[in-house]
């Protein structure tokens, strides 16, 4: 049994009083101590879809219209409230793609760290200190005894990023959900932040759904991608699967946009125009616009999702590098 | 923290200064002469010259000026024209009702104003909400004198539990129950302020709770009302406490109305009654008084900003 297992999840957004489809129709398993990167361009529902499982969509414009999310065999959307801020930051944590503004301004990063981890267990305030020191020990804060009684105004976008990390590891989550977490970082404390994660998956056993724009920070720590396009996932496989093979054409625009790193940050720009916006609608296949491959039954028909191979699912009329 | 205090106390005498000099000059472009008002129509000019001269009202402005800086430097604030009395005594006869007026008030606008506040930010749109919203908007534009006539009919006339006008001082017979001449004065003039007050603190917070830090809080798993207070109330009360600050110094205008409708000894009443009888002296020490006052309401509310702000930094 997969540690997270979501299926058909479909996520709208009320807007007056209609009801836009933002997340149609996506299905995920994370096993244990497997990372799933998710990626798609901005705008593609890759961060609604991380606070679904979170249970972090309450009170926002965004209605779970149907589906399922199981952890550990729970359906997490069946939880009253209470049920489910037990799992939220114990069994469970996040990390998003704003560092800079994701820590409480007024409150020393210390004790931030230390709520999360009195939230959940039971030990007095001294210890929950020691473990907030050890926790940002753990991801290589230096000088950790004098920094645990900064501001968060104090710190930089990387070492705020660390201590969103230690905050999320404070409880030792079965799953992180890392919401683009080096996006707003320099390259190399990209590097730095992403190898920190991949050491501490294999020192703490857990499971990681990395969601990331950039299909080059995927490939190098994710063991399973799936691609999403505008609310619904176009092609998913093991990351092996999908380099040697990959299928649909947004897939290869999108590696056709990997930052090449020898000239600095240069994007070729693979794919022309932009997502849809929601409220644009786009009859058959919302790809097909901006899809070189695209011809008439792209442009009537929605492609249903198909296995080119077992465990290499597409949604796509016209699967590259497969047979034709 | 010190040291910032003692130096933003030092800026303030320039400052201090200039509104010295307006308040004089201000006071002393009023159209009337003081001597001949307070002497009446039946004086006959030697006399108001008489008096002018005694008043040293003859001498050149900027040299009334000097003298006056020079008294009240001492802690002279100079002799009531009307009471024959030291001035800073006079003004010290109405502080006590003041005082106590303006203690009880923000007592109601933070008993009524935060809880309420908070309530209609977390149940924003409910129609919990809607009501205290409605209240507030109707409470902050009802005028202070309609409002105290209001409670004076229901409680005072009509159910008789508070007296309606006059306050006789604690030292005097009743002691403390001697308060309850002050519960509908002070209900007037908080209920504009409080119903402010809970706009402020409901709007804040719901800027604040569309903060990404808020965010982090949820996801930790904690209550929304730990949520709420520590992570949301905690940052709306930086942008609130300035407000805090200038209620309390607003106060001070709306005291006069409301001393006038409650016949209140305190001294909103003695300004606007040393106004007319063109009593300049105490004119000018209630002013220089409340200029002084607001200035240290701008430095308290500096220093609780930086103390709720960890990011402002004290140079
Ligand atoms: N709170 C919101 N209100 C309205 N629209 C939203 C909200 N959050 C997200 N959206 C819309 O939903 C779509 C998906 O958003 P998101 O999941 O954040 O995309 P991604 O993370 O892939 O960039 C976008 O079109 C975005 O404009
Ligand atoms: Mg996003």
Not at chain 1, 292 to 306: L, T, V
Not at chain 1, 314 to 319: M, S, T
Not at chain 2, 127 to 133: E, I, K, N, P, R
Request: aromatic share 6%; net charge negative; glycine share 8%.
């Amino acid at each position: 049994m997969a540690l997270l297992d979501i299926r058909d999840l479909d996520l709208r957004i009320a807007r007056g009083r209609e009801l836009l489809p933002v997340v149609q129709g996506v299905s995920l398993a994370v096993e244990e101590n497997e990372t799933l990167g998710i990626v798609g361009e901005s705008g593609c529902g890759k961060s609604l879809t991380a606070l679904a499982i979170m249970g972090l969509l309450e009170g926002s414009v965004v209605r779970i219209a149907g589906g399922s999310v199981h952890f550990r065999g729970r359906d997490l959307l069946a939880l009253s409230p209470d049920e489910r801020r037990r799992v939220m930051g114990d069994q469970m944590a996040m990390i998003f793609q704003e560092p800079m503004t994701s820590l409480n301004p007024v409150y020393r990063v210390g004790d931030q760290i230390r709520e999360a981890i009195l939230q959940h267990r039971r030990m007095s305030r001294k210890q929950a200190r020691d473990r907030a020191l050890d926790l940002l020990e753990l991801v290589r804060i230096p000088d950790p005894l004098r920094r645990i009684d900064s501001f968060p105004h104090q710190m930089s976008g990387g070492q705020r990023q660390r201590v969103m990390i230690a905050m999320a590891l404070a409880c030792d989550p079965k799953l992180l959900i890392a919401d683009e977490p080096t996006t707003a970082l320099d390259v190399t404390v990209q590097k730095e932040v992403l190898e920190l994660m991949r050491s501490l998956q294999a020192r703490n056993g857990m499971s990681i759904v990395l969601i990331s724009h950039d299909l080059g920070v995927v490939s190098e720590i994710c063991d399973k991608v799936a691609v999403m396009y505008r609310g619904k996932i176009v092609e998913q496989a093991s990351t092996s699967t999908l380099f040697s093979n990959m299928s649909h054409p947004y897939t290869l625009g999108l590696l056709g946009s990997i930052p090449s790193t020898d000239h600095d940050v240069e994007w070729l720009d693979a794919i022309p125009g932009r997502v849809p916006t929601l409220d644009e609608a786009v009859p058959g296949c919302a790809f097909h616009p901006r899809c070189f491959a695209a011809n008439e039954s792209c442009r009537s028909a929605d492609p249903s999702a198909s296995a080119v191979s077992p465990a290499h699912i597409v949604r796509c009329h016209f699967p590259q590098g497969s047979s034709s | 923290m010190l040291n910032y205090a003692l130096n933003r106390v030092l800026t303030l005498v320039p400052t201090l200064l200039a509104a010295s000099f307006l308040v004089f000059m201000f006071i002393h472009l009023i159209p009337g002469d003081p001597a001949s008002i307070l002497l009446g129509d039946t004086a006959t000019p030697e006399e108001v010259a008489e008096l002018s001269r005694e008043l040293g009202l003859d001498e050149p402005l900027w040299t009334q000026y000097v003298l006056w800086l020079g008294n009240v430097l001492q802690g002279d604030l100079g002799t009531s024209v009307f009471f024959r009395e030291p001035v800073l005594s006079v003004i010290a006869d109405g502080a006590e009702t003041s005082v106590l007026l303006a203690t009880m008030t923000m007592f109601w606008i933070v008993v009524f104003g935060v809880p309420i506040g908070i309530i209609s930010a977390i149940r924003h749109g409910s129609w919990v909400d809607q009501a205290t919203s409605g209240g507030a908007m109707l409470f902050a534009s009802v005028p202070t004198f309609w409002l105290g006539l209001y409670l004076i009919l229901i409680f005072s006339v009509g159910l008789g539990w508070f007296p309606s006008s006059g306050f006789p001082s604690l030292a005097d017979e009743g002691g403390a129950s001697n308060l309850r001449y002050l519960v509908l004065p002070s209900l007037t003039l908080a209920a504009p302020n409080a119903a402010l007050i809970i706009r402020l603190i409901r709007a804040s917070m719901l800027d604040v709770s569309r903060e990404d830090h808020v965010r982090t809080a949820r996801a930790k798993g904690l209550h929304p009302v730990r949520v709420a207070i520590r992570h949301v109330f905690r940052n709306a009360l930086i942008a609130v406490s300035a407000a805090f600050g200038f209620t309390f110094a607003a106060l001070v205008s709306e005291a006069v109305v409301t001393e006038t409708v409650f016949s209140l000894p305190g001294i909103g009443r003695l300004v606007v009654q040393s106004i007319l009888r063109r009593d300049y002296p105490v004119i000018q020490g209630v002013i220089l008084i409340i200029v002084v006052f607001y200035m240290a309401i701008n430095l308290l509310v500096d220093l609780a900003y930086a103390s709720l702000d960890p990011r402002v930094s004290l140079k």
